[in-house]
């Protein structure tokens, strides 16, 4: 079996909600392994953004580092310039597609991915639906989500 990815939509569903902290690891749990982050995500970062050949490099060191381990990442599609994939589950159950996902794209992948956020499907969606609902929609994401809770949308039903 796999899952299907779409790092779009696990950022979308972040911004709708408060954020994306984690809880801390109960007093039981051991916590668990720091993951270094790899030399090419860090120089990718170093001048606080991505461009669309640092974005596609880190999804191909991500891949790489998953099939390196025996898995393979399926790329399912493109759009927004966004990528979306089929992660086995044994990658993710193993604990090897977070330590690849983390250490090679993932803060390449949510700077990306934000800096995107307006022009995103998720986007185009909040539009239609104030559109439908007779209003003008506001000319930015956050800006649509308040309206949509304003108007008492829930913003996920939108989608």
Known sequence: ??????????????????????????????????ISTSAEQKAALADGKVDYDEY?????????????AGYTITQTGEVNQVISGQIPDAAVDSGVDKKCYEGEFKQI????????????PAAAKFRECLSEKG??????????????????IDPSTCL
């Open 1 to 34: 079996m796999k899952r299907l990815v779409s790092a779009a939509s696990l950022l979308t569903g972040c911004l709708l909600l408060a954020g994306c902290a984690q809880s801390a690891p109960e007093a039981h749990n051991p916590a668990p392994p720091k």
């Open 56 to 68: 596609q490099a880190g999804w191909r060191r991500y891949v790489a580092c998953d099939a390196k």
């Open 109 to 120: 992948d949510m700077l990306w991915q934000t800096a995107r956020i307006e022009t995103s």
């Open 135 to 152: 209003e003008t929609p506001n000319a930015t994401y956050a800006g649509m989500i308040q309206q949509l809770q304003d108007l008492g």
